[in-house]
């Protein structure tokens, strides 16, 4: 089951973990030639050591002092106490992404450094800094519209703001070639969901 996406220093450290038995915690499940393979920490320095002569540009690495290491795009957690949590972080790349870095004003794609965050309901007015509160705006929709909501302002929003059900981060990623191989463990992720 697909738990969440962690950065690459996390799936390393959860790699060169072990537990009280001196057990691995976890080890890179890698995808080749549709065949899914398990490494741990020792086998996948030597696995990378190899990709990084033929196929360099298919991964991101992390230089370390004595080698290079591909990131690994999946990493299985052997065992674990309890499920985290599946909240979504309410955080700015997280809302860049549930807005797809569009201006929720004028429908406009922007880059993130053109964007700004703008309070449907000021907080001027009792607005909080909230998923449903809060949205992309461009600088020039941001100014005509104020400290006043969009109806005072007459303008409209193209969505409604609402709180993501999964990250939004994941449909940025699945985009790129390079995380193909989520596809299969999401898909799965997807239909085995307990529903509300």
Not at 75 to 96: E, G, M, T, Y
Not at 143 to 152: L, W
Request: one cysteine or more; charged letters at 30%.
């Amino acid at each position: 089951m697909a738990l969440r996406v962690v950065s690459a220093r996390r799936a390393f450290a959860l790699l060169f973990k072990r537990d009280k038995q001196r057990k691995h915690v976890a080890e890179v499940v890698h995808v080749e030639n549709g065949q899914y393979l398990s490494y741990d920490f020792k086998d996948w320095a030597e696995v990378s050591a190899m990709r990084r002569q033929l196929d360099e540009k298919g991964h991101d690495w992390v230089k370390t002092v004595r080698f290079d290491l591909a990131v690994p795009r999946i990493v299985r957690v052997l065992s674990f106490s309890k499920l985290p949590r599946l909240d979504v972080k309410f955080n700015r790349r997280n809302i860049f992404a549930r807005d797809a870095n569009t201006c929720q004003y004028c429908g406009k794609k922007f880059v993130t450094q053109e964007l700004s965050f703008d309070h449907v309901i000021p907080r001027s007015q009792g607005g909080r800094s909230t998923w449903d509160n809060i949205v992309c705006a461009c600088i020039r929709c941001n100014v005509r519209k104020g400290g006043r909501t969009p109806a005072q302002a007459h303008i409209r929003l193209i969505r409604e703001p609402i709180k993501p059900k999964c990250n939004p981060m994941l449909q940025i990623k699945l985009t790129d070639e390079r995380y193909a191989s989520w596809k299969q463990f999401l898909d799965i992720a997807y239909w085995d969901v307990e529903l509300k």
